[in-house]
C-alpha cells in the first residue's frame, strides 16, 4: 500500500486554473477529469484555482474536461495569458445582443409575431450552450446543482413558450458567473501577487563564471551576486557586502533591515543600497517565500466550521428545492387550474434556489481574510485558526523576547563614592574577563556610555559560584556581583530596584562599596499598547508565563497592565497551566522553546518565524516579523472575518427565503428570481472583500 502510495505522488501534477467561476462548476470539473484515461485521481483547490492530477494526462485532456466552463489549463509556475475581455466573453455579447433585437423585433412587429421568439430563443441558445451542456450531464448522471436547476428551468420556460424569459434568465446567469469569477479573482489576488515578488532568475557565480541561471538551476552554494535596487532571488547567507534590506514581503514590515557579513537574507527581498556576494542555503522550492505561498493556499483550502456547516446543508438544501418547486408546479393547478402560470411559479423557485451565494459566502470570506494576513506578514494556517482567533478570550504570553527585548540592559547606575573613574574602571575591568549575559549587558552599557574609560588591569581573576567574580588590582581585592557577595549593603536602595523587577548588580572592594548597577530585560515599547487593545477588543484576561522569579514578573505585570502572571514555570510548568485553561487560551512564544505550550493551546501563535522551519510548522499562527503589534491587528482581522461570515449566511439564507414567500401570492418571476440570486452572490462576495481593506 505504501509502495503504491509512493507511486501516485510521483506522477502527481499540478496546474493553475482559468475560468473556473463557482464551486460547483471545480466539483463538476474535479468529476470530470477523474473519469480521464490515464487519471487515478483529481483534486480541485476553488480557492486556489488549482488542479492535482494523479497519473498520466495531457493539458488538452484536462482543458477538454472543462470545456463547459471554458477552463483554460496552464502548468503551475507559468505566466497566465491574459485574453482580452470580448474573447472569453464572446458567446454572452453575441447573446445580449440577440436578445436586444429581440426587443426591437417585438416593437416593431407585436407578440404575436414569430421573429421576437426566434431571436429570443437564439439568445438563450448561444449564451446558455455551455450552461445546457453541463446541466444535461449533471441530470444524466443525477447531480443536482445550481448549473442542473437553471437547465431545467430554462427549458421548462422555452416549453411554457417564455422565450423572452428564458433568454433574460441565461443573460443574467452568465453575468452573475462571470462577476463571481471576478470577485474570487480578487480575492485570489493577494497570493498571485506574493508569487510574483521573487525573481525567476538570479547572477550565479559557479566555479569562478558568472552566469544568469533559472531558480530551479540553482543549487546550495552556489555564490548568488546582487545589485543595489533588485529583488533577491533566493534564500541565503551574506558573505560580502553590506546593505539595507526591505523584507516587507516576508515580515511585513516596511522599515529595512541592516545586513552584513554572516546575515540571513531570504528570497523576494529588496536589496536596496550595497552590493553582495550571498552563498545560497535554500533550494527554490524550500524558500521561506515558497513555503509561505503554499502553507497560505494550504490554509485557504482548509474548510473552516462555518464552511463546514455549509457543505452539509447544501447536500440537502438542493433537492429540498428542486421538491418544493416540483410541488408549486404541481400543487396549485390541481385544485386552480392555470398550470402554465404555476409551472412558471415553480421554474422561478428553481432559479431563486439556487446555492450560488450560499456556496461562496465562506470561502471568499476566508481566501480574502488569510491573503490579506499574509501580504501583511502574518500566516495564518487555516480557516478553522482564523475562526477560533476570533472566539478566544485569553492570551499566554512567553516574557523572554516576546513582552521583552529578550536581552538584559542597564537601566539604573548608582555611585557610592565620588571617584566616580575609578569605580568605572574596576567594574569593566571584571566585566571585561567574564562572559555572564549580565557581564554582556554591562560592557554594552560601558561601550555606549563610557567609551573613553580605560579598564582596569585585574589580575588573580575567578568567579565564585552563585555570588559573582573577582580579581586584583595593584593587590587591592575587588568584587562584582550580587547583594550577597556584599557586607553592608544598603538595603533600602537594593529593595527599591528589585521591587521594580531589576536585577542589582554591586561593585567594590574589600573597604568599600563603589557602585551599583541595575539591570532589566526591559518591556518592548510596544509591548503595553499591544496588551491595551487587545483588553479593548475584548480579550478579557492576558496572562505572562515566565521562569523569573515573582518580584520581577509582577514588577513587569503591574507595567505592562497584564491581567495575571505566572512565575518560576519550566517549560513542564507552561504546558500544565495551558491546560488547565479548557483548550480556551491562545499562546504566544517564540515557537520553539514553547512549543509544548503552544501545541496545547486552541491557537498557537508563534513570534518572528521568519526563516524558523520548527516555528513555521508548530505554530497556528506565524508572525513572520519579530513585531507584537500584529497580534491585536490579526484578533480584528478574524473578529471581522466571523462577523462577515455571519453577515453573508444569513443574507445569503434570508434573500431566499423572502423571494419564495413572493410565491405565495404568485408575484415571484423568472426576472425577480434571478437577481435575486445574482444580487445575493454578488452582495456577499463584494462583502467578504471589504476584509481586504482591513491594516
Known sequence: MERRKASMSSEQQTYRLNGISCANCAQTFENNVKEINGVQDANVHFATSKIDVVGKASITDIEKAGSFENIKVIKENAEPEKEPFWMHHDKVLLASLLIVFGFIANIMFGNSHYLPNVLYGLSAFVGGLSLFKAGLINLWKFRFDMKTLMTIAVIGAAIIGEWREAAVVVILFAISESLESYSMDKARSSIRSLMKISPNKARIRRNSSEQTLAVEEIMVGDIMLVKPGERIAMDGTIMSGFSSINQASITGESIPAEKTHGDDVFAGTINQNGFLEIEVTKRAEDTTIAKIIHMVEEAQEERAPAQAFIDRFAAYYT?????????????????????????????????????????????????????????????IKGGIHLEQIGAIKKIAFDKTGTLTQGTPQVT?????????????????????????????????????????????????????????????????SVYAGSPDFFKNVPAEQIKNYQKAGKTVMLCGTDDELLMAVALRDEPRSESKTVIQKLHDLGIKQTYMLTGDHAQTANALKDDLKLTDVKANLLPEDKLSFIKTQDGNIAMIGDGINDTPALAASKVGIAMGSAGTDSALETADVALMGDDLKKLPYTVKLSRKALGIIKQNISFAIGIKILALLLVIPGWLTLWIAIFADMGATLLVTLNALRLMKIK
Open 319 to 379: 433537492p429540498a428545492i428542486i421538491a418544493i418547486a416540483a410541488l408549486v408546479a404541481v400543487i396549485p393547478p390541481l385544485f386552480v387550474g392555470l398550470w402554465s402560470t404555476w409551472v412558471y411559479q415553480g421554474l422561478a423557485v428553481l432559479v431563486v434556489g439556487c446555492p450560488c451565494a450560499l456556496v461562496v459566502s465562506t470561502p471568499v470570506a476566508i481566501v480574502t481574510a488569510i491573503g490579506n494576513a499574509a501580504r501583511n506578514g502574518v500566516l
Open 412 to 476: 539604573d547606575v548608582h555611585f557610592f563614592t565620588d571617584e566616580h573613574d575609578k569605580a568605572l574602571s574596576c567594574l569593566k575591568g571584571l566585566e571585561s574577563k567574564s562572559n555572564h549575559p549580565l557581564a554582556k549587558a554591562i560592557m554594552n552599557y560601558m561601550d555606549d556610555e563610557h567609551q573613553d574609560m580605560p579598564s582596569a588591569d585585574i589580575q588573580s581573576f575567578t568567579t565564585v559560584h552563585g555570588k559573582g567574580i573577582q580579581g586584583e588590582i595593584e593587590g587591592e
